[in-house]
């Protein structure tokens, strides 16, 4: 499992560590993943997901994962969250030609 989250494509990022001496020692900064269950209005289930905290703030402040899901582009999303946008389109389309 990479240290990458679905939603937002955060990774590992590299660096120095600097010393009060100014030596520079590398060092990797990892994204803060958190393993959420988030439901979804449209499908009317619970999706697992391995997003970054700033990720599950940014869903809760765009109103749940149907909308941020709806605004993100395709290149960020992992390959499952691409399937689930793609799933949630289809049903949001079907519900708007039934109505």
Same mark, same amino acid.
Request: proline share 1%.
């Given at each position: 499992?990479?240290?990458?989250?679905?939603?937002?494509?955060?990774?590992?990022?590299?660096? &120095?560590?600097? #010393?009060?001496? &100014?030596?520079?020692? @590398?060092?990797?900064? /990892?994204?803060?993943?958190? &393993?959420?269950?988030?439901?979804?209005?449209?499908?009317?289930?619970?999706?697992? /997901?391995?997003?970054?905290?700033?990720?599950?703030? #940014?869903?809760?402040? %765009?109103?749940? /994962?149907?909308?941020?899901?709806?605004?993100?582009?395709?290149?960020?999303? #992992?390959?499952?969250? %691409?399937? /689930?946008? @793609?799933?949630?389109?289809?049903?949001?389309?079907?519900?708007?030609?039934?109505?």
């Amino acid at each position: 499992m990479s240290r990458r989250c679905e939603l937002t494509g955060k990774g590992v990022q590299t660096g &120095n560590l600097v #010393s009060h001496s &100014n030596r520079k020692t @590398r060092t990797r900064f /990892l994204p803060n993943l958190v &393993n959420v269950t988030l439901v979804s209005d449209a499908l009317a289930r619970a999706v697992r /997901l391995r997003i970054s905290a700033a990720a599950l703030r #940014s869903v809760e402040h %765009r109103g749940g /994962l149907d909308a941020f899901l709806a605004k993100a582009r395709e290149e960020e999303l #992992s390959q499952n969250a %691409r399937e /689930l946008k @793609r799933e949630i389109a289809k049903k949001r389309d079907e519900a708007a030609a039934a109505a």
